[in-house]
């Protein structure tokens, strides 16, 4: 089986009556040519839950038949223009476990089977600049679809784009829709097919979520925003994407955060232990991926005598990257991880209701101001790395009442920010320096690099005061 293969794919559809021909599209953008069209047909199978739970989370699985890219495909939503595309070459009758654990974290435990056989006529048109380069493919598809004993006949039209000016897919959708093409109903073939279960299974999903009329308080939503953010960076954070990592601990830790907050509303329990376990695999990942750029940018400012030391920093922090990467694919092929987000999609579906959120993080930042106060005074350092924590979860309850509270508790959030950072970036100096000690006990170029993080915690620090003080001002905290 060869490796997945991961594109980004840009298309509209269309619906379009039997008689519908294609127009000329020679001149709409920078359309030259139309040479060159070819026919295929296409046999496809989708994959899914019984409950259809990919499609009903904007995800499709399918293996094909014919045409130039037969295989595996799984496509996910992307960044808002387009869709994400894995492609897996590889003709087996189950989905293979590569494309299994993309949509792990949505599926959980329930298999995966084959919901609908969709076979497609396609004429395909590339649209061609005065170059001869490909800007754009226009397929007209007779599609014949079949799901549960149902058969469903249509045409309809794909322009999907290859390169050069994405605006020449506007340039020919107005052609298109002059001859008589219009939006097609659905985002997908497959959705098209599955409508009526779609809509069944999206009326149960209505149903068992309805509770009490009451309004849905600010903490409950943030809950289920914290959930949903762990799921979607989670098949990024499978590969150990920089970003999906660190956007999954902060989800992570977010949650956590807030269970231990409004601990009275959400009950005592080991979730947040649980929550605690995941965001520790995803830093193990994320932690040597920050020092690594910090100590290595350190290390080129010194001059290159230091290029010895920003070898052996590198190879040592590529080995615990690696490492955490290793532990993180285990880590989310657990069961302990599938339990955990059962146990957070059930708290969300119970949407508790919590008793004045502002009351519960004004008490919450008046404990991180008397921690901080306390810490700078004693100068010691895990009393300062505990009164960032504390900053922290105060953050994250401001964070709470920001759509209700508007612009003041933004403003709180932003200057709680600074002071969490100026923080963080002290703390981050002396974990730098526990890994130059580390591997650079025998060396005077370590030497000198620990004298320069050194100096560097004693300036972060020295600007916390001030950061304080901003974070404390009575127009910051109209909030309350």
Do not use: C
């Amino acid at each position: 089986m060869d490796r997945v293969e991961i594109a980004t794919e840009t298309e509209r559809k269309y619906d379009v009556p039997e008689t519908f021909e294609l127009p000329d599209l020679v001149g709409a953008g920078e359309i030259a040519g139309t040479d060159g069209a070819e026919t295929h047909d296409l046999d496809a199978t989708y994959f899914d839950t019984d409950d259809l739970r990919l499609m009903r989370n904007r995800r499709t699985l399918r293996r094909r038949s014919g045409g130039h890219d037969a295989g595996w495909h799984l496509k996910t939503p992307g960044d808002g223009v387009g869709r994400t595309e894995h492609r897996l070459n590889g003709d087996s009758e189950t989905v293979p476990d590569e494309l299994v654990g993309v949509v792990r974290a949505i599926v959980r435990r329930s298999p995966l089977a084959p919901v609908a056989r969709l076979r497609t006529h396609r004429v395909e048109t590339p649209l061609k600049d005065a170059g001869g380069r490909t800007l754009a493919l226009v397929a007209q598809d007779q599609v014949r679809a079949e799901s549960a004993g149902v058969e469903t006949v249509w045409q309809e039209v794909e322009v999907e784009f290859v390169a050069g000016d994405p605006a020449v897919l506007d340039e020919v959708e107005q052609r298109l829709f002059a001859a008589g093409a219009s939006p097609a109903e659905g985002p997908s073939k497959v959705s098209r097919a599955l409508a009526d279960r779609l809509a069944a299974e999206k009326a149960k999903a209505e149903d068992s979520g309805k509770k009490a009329k009451h309004k849905i308080n600010p903490v409950a939503v943030y809950v289920g925003e914290q959930r949903d953010a762990i799921l979607g960076h989670d098949p990024g954070a499978r590969q150990g994407a920089p970003r999906s990592v660190h956007q999954m601990r902060v989800a992570t830790r977010r949650l956590r955060s807030t269970l231990k907050t409004y601990r009275r509303s959400f009950g005592e329990s080991d979730l947040r232990d649980e929550l605690r376990w995941l965001a520790a695999v995803l830093g193990a990942v994320r932690d040597p991926q920050v020092l690594e750029e910090k100590l290595l940018g350190l290390v080129e400012e010194a001059g290159p005598e230091f290029a010895a030391a920003a070898d052996r920093v590198r190879a040592h922090l590529d080995d615990r990257i690696a490492t955490g990467r290793a532990e993180l694919a285990e880590a989310l092929d657990s069961d302990r991880y599938l339990d955990l987000l059962d146990r957070v999609d059930e708290l969300v579906a119970r949407r508790p209701r919590t008793a004045d959120p502002v009351k519960r993080a004004r008490k919450v930042l008046a404990k991180a101001d008397v921690k901080l106060d306390a810490a700078l005074e004693s100068g010691v350092e895990e009393k300062i790395h505990e009164s960032r924590k504390g900053f922290k979860q105060a953050r994250y309850a401001v964070e709470v009442l920001a759509p209700e509270q508007g612009r003041p508790a933004k403003r709180l959030v932003k200057a709680l920010t600074a002071l969490q950072d100026g923080l963080g970036a002290y703390q981050d100096s002396n974990v730098a320096r526990g890994v130059l000690r580390e591997l650079g006990t025998d060396s005077f170029h370590f030497g000198v690099l620990y004298g320069r993080q050194e100096q560097v915690g004693r300036d972060e620090l020295a600007k916390v005061p001030e950061l304080a003080r901003k974070a404390r001002r009575r127009k910051v905290r109209r909030v309350f």
